[in-house]
C-alpha cells in the first residue's frame, strides 16, 4: 500500500505564508490533489494535478511536488482559511489515497 | 450548477443492509465517473469505491475494508448513484460523501462533492 504523512496541524500569522507538506516515497513522481474541509461542511477541491486551481479558487492557494514532497502553499492567510487539508493521490496498487489531514489554524 | 444530494441520514444494526443514493444534477451524469468517500466524525477522509460511465464500462473498484459487502451502482436514466451496503459492521459508520471523479491517464481526483450522509451502525 501508499501511505500519506500530513502534519497533524500548522499555524501560521494572519497575512503570512502557510505551507502544508504531504509526504511520501518518490510521492514526485505522481500527481497530488488538495481538499479544504472546513467545520461540518464538506470538502472542497483547492489543488489539482500539483499545481492545478479549480475555478473559483483564490490564486493565494498554490501547490508543489518533488521528491518525497509535496506541498500546498497559502499567501497571505486569511481568517476563512481555517480547515483541514488533505492530499490525495492516485496509485495503481492502493488506488485513490487520502493523507491524514492537517489543521491550519490562523493567528 | 453542479449538485449531489444524498439521501438522509440512515441507522442500522451490525449485520444490516442500507443503501444510499445520490442524485446528481447540473451535469451529464451518464458521462462522468462517481465514488463514495467516508469520514468517520472527526478523522480523516477514506475512499469507499469508484464506477466509471457506462461508455468506459461501468466497472467498479472497492477499497479493501468494503469489497465483497458494498456494491456502487448507477441509473443514468434517473441521474442517481447508489451504495448498497450489506453485512455492515459499526466500523462502517461515518458520514458518506458522493463526488465526482475527474482522470487523465495516470492520476484521478474528486471534483464536487456532495454534503454528506452521516450512516451509524450500532445495536
Known amino acids: 500500500s501508499y501511505e500519506l504523512t500530513q502534519p497533524l496541524s500548522v499555524s501560521v500569522a494572519l497575512g503570512q505564508t502557510a505551507s502544508i507538506t504531504c509526504g511520501g516515497n518518490n510521492i514526485g513522481s505522481k500527481n497530488v490533489h488538495w481538499y479544504q474541509q472546513k467545520p461540518g461542511q464538506a470538502p472542497v477541491l483547492v489543488i489539482y494535478g500539483d499545481s492545478n486551481r479549480p475555478s473559483g479558487i483564490p490564486e493565494r492557494f498554490s501547490g508543489s511536488n518533488s521528491g518525497n514532497t509535496a506541498t500546498l502553499t497559502i499567501s497571505r492567510a486569511q481568517v476563512g482559511d481555517e480547515a483541514d487539508y488533505y492530499c490525495?493521490?492516485?496509485?495503481?496498487?492502493?488506488?485513490?489515497?487520502f493523507g491524514g489531514g492537517t489543521k491550519l489554524t490562523v493567528l | 450548477e453542479v449538485q449531489l444530494v444524498e439521501s438522509g441520514e440512515a441507522l442500522e444494526k451490525p449485520g444490516g443492509s442500507l443503501r444510499l443514493s445520490c442524485a446528481a444534477s447540473g451535469f451529464t451524469f451518464s458521462n462522468a465517473w462517481m465514488s463514495w468517500v467516508r469520514q468517520v466524525p472527526g478523522k480523516g477522509l477514506e475512499w469507499v469505491g469508484r464506477i466509471k460511465s457506462k461508455t468506459d464500462g461501468a466497472t467498479t473498484d472497492y477499497a479493501a475494508p468494503v469489497k465483497g459487502r458494498f456494491t456502487i451502482s448507477r441509473d443514468d436514466s434517473e441521474n442517481t448513484l447508489y451504495l448498497q451496503m450489506n453485512s455492515l459492521k459499526t466500523d462502517d459508520t461515518a458520514v458518506y460523501y458522493c463526488?465526482?471523479?475527474?482522470?487523465?491517464?495516470?492520476?484521478?481526483?474528486?471534483?464536487?462533492w456532495g454534503q454528506g450522509t452521516l450512516v451509524t451502525v450500532s445495536s
Open positions: 490525495q493521490l492516485w496509485d495503481t496498487s492502493a488506488r485513490y489515497v
Open positions: 463526488t465526482t471523479v475527474s482522470s487523465t491517464a495516470t492520476t484521478a481526483w474528486f471534483d464536487t
